[in-house]
Structure formats: structure tokens, C-alpha cells
């Protein structure tokens, strides 16, 4: 049994049904994710991922069900509230600061995230740190307009981590990249993990999933069909069915 087996979750959602109108966008969904786990969550368009992760960060209320972080009910929180308690969330569509810098978009979410005792000197070395974790310290003067997709998707992972999340949602960042490029994000996510940052990793792209994931769920309409190692829930005849087509 492993240490993260033996400790709480860090993330633990019980019962969760989210609806607008009639419409049931999750229904009855449960699930524990471990402290330092790579979890990877897949489904059609439409089986309700967005709205998941949404619940999660606090762009939607539960209705009901319960969200717990660090054994916290975090239910009822603002989602900047959730952002520094430790959750951080990635974009598909990376939505910098048009006129900013690259190293000016990060100190933003830098300032948001300080504590008072924080110096600007601090701030702007800690700038410098996470640009270089992405590859992005020669880009640091530059205008985010002239950066290439990878290169915002980058930037967006960095954003994310200048919050000190204890939780990442990577919502797509892969989304229509090359696989050379594919690659690239989903080394700089491994390595993000191996810093035992939680990551829950949402995308389309099996290859990379198969590849990140520890524990991968399945969503099909508002509900959980799978969950389970890659390779077991990629055998699932209902993930097959609802994923894939066949």
C-alpha cells in the first residue's frame, strides 16, 4: 500500500447532481482522488466533464451533494476562495492578457495568490521559476499576442501554477496541438506531478491520457459508466460504446 493509499482524499465528492431546468447534467456522481494522484476524466461531448469541473472549482453550485477539499466542505465557496485554498484551473482557450507580457499575465495571478509578507522581489523570482518550468523564461517580454498556441497553452499551465495549487484541473490543454506538441504538454504535466501536485487531467486525446493517467473515470451522460486503471476502462464495453463509437 502506498502513502497516498493511507491518507485522506484530497478531493472527495459524494452524491453530486447538478441540473438546470429538467435537465440532469450529472446525476448521483461519487468519487475520492487521492492526494498526488494523476486522475484522468474522459466521456463524449456533452456526458457532463465541463460541468463536473465546474462544480468543483465553483463556477456552479451543487445541487445536491457534497464537495470536500482537504477534508473541508467547500460547497457554498466563491471559486477565487477555492483558488486559494489550492485549486487551479486551466483553459482550453487560454484567455491572456492581450496587452501584457508573458511575465506580466503571470504576475498577475502571482499578486492574487501572494500572502502580505510577500515581497514584489519574491514574487517576480517566483515569476521567473515557474516560466522556466514551462520553457517560457526567454518569452518573459514578450507580448502574449505573439506567443504560438503551445506556447499560451504553456503560459495558461503557468498561470494556473502561480497560484500553488495542491489541485490542477487541466481542462483540454492539449486541444489541437501536434503531437510533437502534445508531447511537450504532457511532459511539463508529468512533471508538475511528480511534485505530488494532484492533477485531473480532462481530454480527448487517448494516447495521452493512457499515458498520464493512474485512475481514469468515465462520464456519459451526467454519469460515472467507468473507473479504473487506463487499460481497464479503455476495455470497458460501455466506454467503447459511448466514447468511441463502437
Given at each position: 500500500?502506498?502513502?497516498?493509499?493511507?491518507?485522506?482524499?484530497?478531493?472527495?465528492?459524494?452524491?453530486?447532481?447538478?441540473?438546470?431546468?429538467?435537465?440532469?447534467?450529472?446525476?448521483?456522481?461519487s468519487?475520492?482522488?487521492?492526494?498526488?494522484?494523476?486522475?484522468?476524466?474522459?466521456?463524449?461531448n456533452?456526458?457532463?466533464?465541463?460541468?463536473?469541473?465546474?462544480?468543483?472549482?465553483?463556477?456552479?453550485?451543487?445541487?445536491?451533494?457534497?464537495?470536500?477539499?482537504?477534508?473541508?466542505?467547500?460547497?457554498l465557496?466563491?471559486?477565487?476562495?477555492?483558488?486559494?485554498?489550492?485549486?487551479?484551473?486551466?483553459?482550453?482557450?487560454?484567455?491572456?492578457?492581450?496587452?501584457?507580457?508573458?511575465?506580466?499575465?503571470?504576475?498577475?495571478?502571482?499578486?492574487?495568490?501572494?500572502?502580505?509578507?510577500?515581497?514584489?522581489?519574491?514574487r517576480?523570482?517566483?515569476?521567473?521559476?515557474?516560466?522556466?518550468?514551462?520553457?517560457?523564461?526567454?518569452?518573459?517580454?514578450?507580448?502574449?499576442?505573439?506567443?504560438?498556441?503551445?506556447?499560451?497553452?504553456?503560459?495558461?499551465?503557468?498561470?494556473?501554477?502561480?497560484?500553488?495549487?495542491?489541485?490542477?484541473i487541466?481542462?483540454?490543454?492539449?486541444?489541437?496541438?501536434?503531437?510533437?506538441?502534445?508531447?511537450?504538454?504532457?511532459?511539463l504535466?508529468?512533471?508538475?506531478?511528480?511534485?505530488?501536485?494532484t492533477?485531473?487531467?480532462?481530454?480527448?486525446?487517448?494516447?495521452?491520457?493512457?499515458?498520464?493517467?493512474e485512475?481514469?473515470?468515465?462520464?456519459?451522460?451526467?454519469r460515472?459508466?467507468?473507473?479504473?486503471?487506463?487499460?481497464?476502462?479503455?476495455?470497458?464495453q460501455?466506454?467503447?460504446?459511448?466514447y468511441?463509437?463502437?
Amino acid at each position: 500500500m502506498t502513502l497516498s493509499d493511507t491518507r485522506s482524499p484530497l478531493l472527495r465528492i459524494s452524491s453530486l447532481t447538478k441540473r438546470f431546468g429538467g435537465f440532469t447534467a450529472l446525476h448521483d456522481v461519487s468519487v475520492d482522488i487521492r492526494p498526488g494522484e494523476r486522475f484522468g476524466l474522459i466521456g463524449p461531448n456533452g456526458s457532463g466533464k465541463t460541468t463536473l469541473i465546474n462544480c468543483i472549482s465553483g463556477a456552479f453550485r451543487t445541487e445536491p451533494g457534497t464537495v470536500l477539499f482537504r477534508d473541508e466542505d467547500i460547497a457554498l465557496l466563491q471559486p477565487h476562495v477555492r483558488t486559494r485554498r489550492g485549486i487551479a484551473r486551466s483553459f482550453q482557450i487560454p484567455r491572456p492578457f492581450r496587452s501584457m507580457t508573458v511575465a506580466e499575465n503571470l504576475m498577475v495571478a502571482l499578486d492574487f495568490a501572494a500572502h502580505e509578507h510577500v515581497s514584489a522581489a519574491q514574487r517576480r523570482d517566483s515569476m521567473m521559476s515557474i516560466l522556466d518550468q514551462m520553457g517560457l523564461g526567454p518569452k518573459a517580454n514578450v507580448s502574449a499576442t505573439q506567443l504560438s498556441q503551445v506556447e499560451l497553452r504553456k503560459m495558461e499551465l503557468a498561470r494556473a501554477m502561480a497560484t500553488h495549487p495542491k489541485l490542477l484541473i487541466s481542462d483540454e490543454a492539449m486541444a489541437g496541438l501536434s503531437s510533437s506538441e502534445v508531447d511537450e504538454v504532457l511532459d511539463l504535466l508529468l512533471s508538475l506531478a511528480s511534485r505530488d501536485i494532484t492533477i485531473i487531467m480532462i481530454e480527448h486525446i487517448m494516447q495521452a491520457v493512457m499515458r498520464f493517467s493512474e485512475r481514469v473515470m468515465c462520464l456519459d451522460a451526467g454519469r460515472i459508466i467507468a473507473i479504473g486503471s487506463p487499460s481497464e476502462v479503455m476495455a470497458d464495453q460501455r466506454v467503447q460504446e459511448a466514447y468511441l463509437g463502437t
